[in-house]
Every structure is written in C-alpha cells, then in structure tokens.
C-alpha cells in the first residue's frame, strides 16, 4: 500500500546554464543560479516518491510557498510552479523524474532566495534544499516597472561593460574609458551584499525585502551605500588634494577593484572617490541588479547649498571673488540616469531617473540623491519625490553676480546660461559623446552654443555700469606658444562708451586658483590701471596675459 512507501530526493539539477541564457544573466558570476523576474526557469528534480510536493522560496524572514501544479502555464503576476512534463527515469530507481517551471511575477522582489521543495506523503512531510538563485529585475519583461523597448538600449545600459566618463569644461572636455566590470567574478554578489548592509535592511528586514520589487526604493538605497559617509557604504569621497592612506581617484580605471576592496576589507569604505568615481560604481550595481543604467555628466554644475535654486556669487570691487556664499559652481558633476516607471509622481514621468551618490547635500537625513525623474527637472515640477529642486538647481540655477564695496551693493547682474552648459553622456554603440542637454531643459534662453562653451573656458566677469558696454575676447593660442611646460592665456576687455563726453575709468584685474569642484582660492594674478575713454569711443586698453606654470 502507499502508505508504506518512503521518498527521497536523489538529485537536482537547476539547470544553470540553459536558464541563465534565457534569462540573459549569462556571464554574471554568482555562487547561486542568476534569474530574471517576470520570467520561468526549468528545474529538473528525480524524487522516489511523492503524493504532492511544492516549492518554498525563502529571503530571510520573508517566504513564499508555490504549490506545484500539474496542468496550467506558468502566472507571470504571481509566483506559480507547473508541472511540465514527467522525464525520462536515467537512474533505474526513482519512481519519478519531474520537470519543474517556477515563475516569479514582474513585481517580485529582487535578492537571494533559498529555493527549497517540500514533499508529501500520506505519512510525513519533509523538505529538501534545492539551493539558492539570485533574482534580478528585468528590462526584457514588458510588466517590470524598468521595461526598455529597444534591444540596442538593453545592451548598451545592462549588458555593456565599458564606457566613457566626461569630465574638465564645456569647451574643454576630455573623456576617459571606464571599465564597469559587472560580469567580473564575485561582482554580483558584492552587489547583493551591499542591499544587505543597507541601514534600512538592517533596521527592519522583513520590509526591505518587501520594498525590493521597487526599482525607486532600489535606487534611493544604492545612492547611499555607494558612499560611505552614513552606513557601511563603499567610497569615501576625498577633494582635499591629499590622498595619503589611500588611493587618487583619478587613477581608478574600472570598478571591481574597489568593489572587491571593499569586500575584502569587511566593508570599510575604500580611499578614495570623487564624483565621477561614485557614479561610475554605482552604474556598475545598478546594471547588475538588471536596471538600465547610463552615466551622465553635467559642466558648470551648481551646488545649490540653501535651496533657492540660485547661485550667489560676491566679488568686490577689485575684481576678487569673496568667500560670502557657500554655493559653488563644479567645471562638471557626473551623477547617473537609471530608466524605470514613476507610478508615485503620476502619469508622465517614466523613463530616466537622476540619481546621486556623490555625498553633496542630505536627502530625508541620508547623503544621497534622486531619482528625481528628468520629464520633472525639465518642468520644473520641485515638488515631486526626490530632490527635484536641486537637480533642477545644478542644470538650471541663475547665477546672481553682486559686486560689493564697503558691505554696499555697487551693481548686481544675472547670467541665466552659464550653469548645465553641456549636459552628456556615452552614446549607445559608440564611443562618442552623446548631448542629452535639451532632455534636461528648454533651449529658448538656457543653453550655450558650441561658440559661447568654447568662449567661457575661462570664467572672465564684466562689471557693466550705466551707459557703458564691457565685452571680452580670448585668442585662438598658437601651438607651441609659451615656454615648455607653461601655459599662457590671453584676452582683452572691449570698452564701449555709449555717451557723447569722456570718461575716466579704473581697470582691475584678478586671477584666482579654482578647482574643478568649489569656488576660487587665493589671488596669484592682478593688474590695476586707470583707462581713459572719449566720447562713443571703443577700446581696448591691452592685452592680459597671464603665464601658468605646469608642474
């Protein structure tokens, strides 16, 4: 009688490498099967004897059990198993051999799973482990909220592993190769284990895993753990020039070697990262969690520190830039684009989403930043989730100039081009530079010209007064001019005098030092002189030279 039957499970085979070709996870390495959600995979099991089994897929403390139904086609809305077909008997002793098709919805939660089946018989029930498949979200599923039509799009922003970061000025731009790395060995599960030490999973989690299915909560946590100034993140961002203890960003060329150090190191942050560094591993995590990702890089970026959407910038009289405002004004910024739907912000804002994991200002008490959806920043929708206004500030900031003498405004002026001058990134197939500018903001009065980017190479303020008009003009330099290992800019300053009497200015010139990321330092360069100027004339007093030194 069946009673008196026993079973056992004599072997598994998750069938790895047919499932993870159709799941396009091919070349991913994990120590588990690597899956697609939204999607069936094939798992052969030969058991001796069965009245009912069922699939128990675990994450922690949270679990799903899928009874194995025998007739039926994988659900693509909820988590099923089905039956396919009873094979071949290769051993000569199990009673049966079983084909299996698990199927996790569109919406299921990304991580590791312990994939368990439970057998029944009419005497006992036991469990047997199956092993673990790490489930990833899915591009290729119309139903997953980061769906991207094109195949072309799917390769260039999930499956590449190259690409170019764009850094130095709008009309200065040089671009570096980067290696993401997301196929190297070991790199996916560092990815996964950066999930796990999240502050949120750690806090609570059973709703972390929960929150998972969503790419926006997935975004928002990676943002942060790529930095390390809150949790146990990755890089610690130096810009002090001194990179003594560590590593000079500018010498990373891909990212595992720093995500294999942070791993290696029982997660202490690596030293040391910069913009361009943090956004280029963050591409690296995202991409292998199965999120189309690109890396973006934005030229005279504003950091907007006080939330006005406006860059204050004070000089006195003498032409010297004062340490008044804490807003500043990068040569570039590079952040990341990840394409997913916005169902929380309402119809209209799906597709590319900003998010920032160089630590620059707080969100919701975190260093991080985004996705603020770029369908909003171009609208100008501030009150959207999350951090609106101020991405909106780094591509679109006014930047107010206000000249001061002895605490008294002596003339104000506002520039509404200067800042998000070029907006970039890789363009897909290529290695050439693609200008996403105009998805960001209107052209009609914001945005430069290939002129005016090579023009503005060097800041150069014109303090305008009543009926006189103050323009400028840089030289095309010679090649070779100057001598070995220096530099030598040159411009002049056209004075035009619009009234009919004669005019006795006072000229003052003033070089400050400025990295690429904060306000000018110290003066190293200045000239002063008095011009005078005849009625309607126009003139240029001479010709500044400044020589710059390479060491």
Known sequence: PAETHTFSVRTIDLQQVQNQTRHKTDGLSSSTVVLRRGQAFTNSIFVLYSDTHSSLLSAGPVSVEVPVSRLGQPSLTQWSAVLERRLPNPTGFAKRALSVSLSS?????????TLQLRVE????VKTHSLGQITLLCNPWCQTDSVFLQSEDLRTEYVRSDIG???????GNMVSRPWSFDQFEKGILDICMKLLQLSPQHQADMRTDLQNRSNPVYIGRVISAMVNSNDDKGVLMGNWSGDYSGGINPSQWSGSADILKKWAEAQFRPVKYGQCWVFAAVM??????????????????SAHDTDGNMVIEEYYNEMGKKLSMSKDSIWNFHVWVESWMKRPDLGQGYDGWQVLDATPQEKSAGMFRCGPAAVKAIYQKKVEA???????????NADVRTI??????????SIDKKRVGALISTKRPGSMLMQDVTSEYKTEKGKRKSDKEREKHTVKILL???????????????????GAPGVENISFNVIITNNVAAPKLLKKHVNAQNKEYNRNPTGTFWEAHDDVKIAPNESKSPATCKISLKCT
């Open 283 to 300: 591409c690296t995590v995202m991409r292998a969690l199965g999120i189309p990702t690109r890396v973006i890089t934005n030229f005279n």
């Open 164 to 170: 170019l970061l764009f850094k130095g000025s709008p």
């Open 121 to 124: 018989t009419r005497l006992n």
């Open 105 to 113: 919805p569109a919406s299921a939660s990304i991580g590791v799973y």
């Open 403 to 412: 000249i001061i003498k002895d605490k008294k405004v002596l003339s104000t």
């Open 385 to 395: 989730q999350y951090d609106v206004p101020f991405v909106y500030a780094e591509v």
């Open 463 to 481: 303090v305008s007064f009543k009926n006189l008009i103050l323009s400028h003009k840089l030289p095309s330099r010679a090649p070779g001019a």
